[in-house]
């Protein structure tokens, strides 16, 4: 059992490339759920949100070097590439504040996608590996399918109505 144990982790941490990955999501994941929860425009939120954005830019940048899943660039780097627009949208609507009319709307909405896409590729990442390739549109874009559609309802019921 240990020795399982031990090859599947060894599976998924292949390279120093998926260490970093891994340790980077799992700041992001902590970093990015506490934002949420955080007073909005407090000292607080601000220093969770830069620390959330600087792992998910190595989340991301990481995750151009991992190919186990298919061997090639495929659908799950195409999640990347998505997922830095919306993190690009975020944050640049608050570098733009000055500029942008309704900028607190684009932000909310940038970083909202942001984290939702954060948590449907843990989705995706923890049930590609126990269900055979067969089964993969169902078995693991359909729950990351539910994840997308739960947080946009998430967004969407405790959008801030100073956001306007």
């Not at 240990?2 to 891994?22: E, K, P, T």
């Not at 169902?138 to 998430?154: D, E």
């Amino acid at each position: 059992m240990v020795l399982r144990c031990a090859s599947y982790m060894m599976g998924i941490l292949h390279s120093l490339v998926s260490v970093v990955h891994l340790v980077a999501v799992l700041v992001a994941l902590v970093a990015g759920t506490l934002v949420v929860y955080r007073p909005k425009g407090s000292r607080g939120h601000r220093c969770l949100g830069r620390v959330y954005v600087g792992s998910m830019t190595v989340v991301l940048l990481t995750a151009f070097g991992i190919y186990t899943l298919f061997g090639r660039f495929g659908i799950i780097h195409w999640g990347a590439v998505a997922s830095i627009l919306v993190l690009l949208l975020g944050m640049s609507a608050v570098w733009r504040r000055p500029r942008l009319a309704g900028w607190l709307h684009w932000h909310y909405l940038g970083m909202g996608a942001s984290v939702t896409s954060l948590y449907a590729a843990l989705v995706v990442e923890s049930t590609y590996r126990f269900f055979s390739g067969t089964y993969f549109w169902w078995s693991t874009l359909g729950p990351a399918g539910v994840v997308f559609v739960a947080g946009a309802i998430l967004l969407h019921r405790h959008y801030p109505t100073w956001v306007a």
